[in-house]
């Protein structure tokens, strides 16, 4: 079955960071817009970030903007999501996701926590 996998989750202090993966099965992935969402306990899925299948076009949702970067290495099929100066807030589990194929990750944990 073709899906998305997510890695590089865990727990990690208010202030800390994180670097999310995510890997796509096939070499189609050049061509594939990416995003990631992330989704808290009792919340809505939310986006976080989007970034065209050549990186040029990338946005952010407000509440990330400035801590977290994503990029992509399309030789490697991956998409990542660095996170910095993580807050309580950011505690979620973060997807994946190919909007233009329907695929979605599993999901990967962060915890902010002290």
């Known amino acids: 079955q073709v899906q998305l996998m997510e890695s590089g989750g865990g727990l990690v202090q208010p202030g800390g960071s994180l670097t999310l993966s995510c890997i796509a099965p096939?070499?189609?992935?050049v061509l594939w817009p990416m995003r990631w969402y992330r989704q808290a306990p009792g919340k809505e899925r939310e986006q976080v970030a989007s970034i065209s299948s050549a990186s040029g076009t990338i946005t952010y949702a407000d509440s990330v903007k400035g801590r977290f970067t994503v990029s992509r290495d399309n030789e490697r099929r991956m998409v990542y999501l660095r996170m910095t100066n993580l807050k309580f807030a950011d505690t979620a589990v973060y997807f994946c996701q190919a909007p233009t194929e329907g695929l979605w990750g599993q999901g990967t944990q962060v915890t902010v926590s002290s």
């Open positions: 096939t070499h189609e992935f």
